[in-house]
């Protein structure tokens, strides 16, 4: 039996999971063939309107070895500037840096395969991944491209997400920094994904849920490949009809010209190989109460407005760093897409996903170590995690799985 902070935990989870509803297949009748060419015109018709919105004319374009095209958008017509509340402004400048910020010198810079040409958006310009029809078709609901789920079911056990997260709460947080591990794990269904990422969160985790989010993930649904991508996400309403992943609304602010939000990152980390990771620093700049974002040892890449948000106007009320896959059971076994590396904790450095050094940001805007870091694997058996301190990663853990496996059939 579970303990009752252990299942409002699991509650939370759930609330701040990413992934796309799926529509099931359904039978049809001859009508419904008759009505389809029409319906697809209509879908198509949609999806270039969509389209319309979120691609923006480029002043250069840049194609990618992985297949993308990122287009230099003029940084004052992003789609974020389409918010009524933006129109007509510019970027803002940057903010002050946290107190007792350190440069992390180990945290891999040039990390996107899009750069590696030395190609780079000119100056006054950001580089922005072209959304095609493709990415909008695979989406379950052309409406919701983009989006995370609009409701989130209360049980745990069904809803198809599995964690192994550390976390912090019961303090007011203004932000928090820690390094990555990169890998590639195994995605074994387009309607699941492997992720990591850091979360900020506020609000009652009903239907006024605030969640800032940042890292890197596998969503063959969302991106159309296996490849592990820098990505952000934010929502004011428990993902109902606010927020959405990198620029695909109006919402995040870009204001760096050399990261794409979605593009893919590279190196990897290797099994027994090299090891790479990418530092992620969230913080609410004191001055205007915006949340920034920065990547690598000092590149900002823009910030998301205090007026998109409530609760987080204010402050986060928990903090949260670690892995999520989303399991759709697939011929009624336990999915083995991977999460972290696809091995456990235990195997540690080199073969085990890590973050490490992890921080929060307080009300003086200090970064201060984690203190009373608390881990869970919902599913230990799949997916698990091990925490520990030490004297040049600080506060870390390791994490991750196979998923099935003898243990976790």
Known sequence: MFSSSFLR????????SSSFSTASPSNTTAADQTLRPQEELQKLKLIRQELQ??????????QSSDGDTIDCVLSHQQPAFDHPLLQGQRPMDPPELPKGYIKD???????????LSGEFCPEGTIPVRRTTEQDMLRASSVRRFGRKIRR??????????EHAVGYVSGRQYYGAKASINVWSPRVASQHEFSLSQIWVIAGSFTHDLNTIEAGWQISPELYGDTYPRFFTYWTSDAYRSTGCYNLLCSGFVQTNRRIAIGAAISPRSSYRGGQFDISLLIWKDPKHGHWWLQFGSGTLVGYWPAFLFTHLKQHGSMVQFGGEIVNTRPGGSHTSTQMGSGHFAGEGFGKASYFRNLQVVDWDNTLLPVSNLKILADHPNCYDIRGGTNRVWGNYFYYGGPGKNP???
């Open 105 to 115: 010198e180990k945290s891999y810079e040039d990390s996107q395969l899009w750069s």
């Open 9 to 16: 935990l699991v509650l939370l989870l759930c609330l701040v």
């Open 53 to 62: 919105k979120i691609n923006k004319p480029a002043v250069k374009t840049i």
């Open 407 to 409: 243990r976790c059939p």
């Open 152 to 161: 989130v079911r209360r049980d745990s056990t069904n809803n198809g997400h």
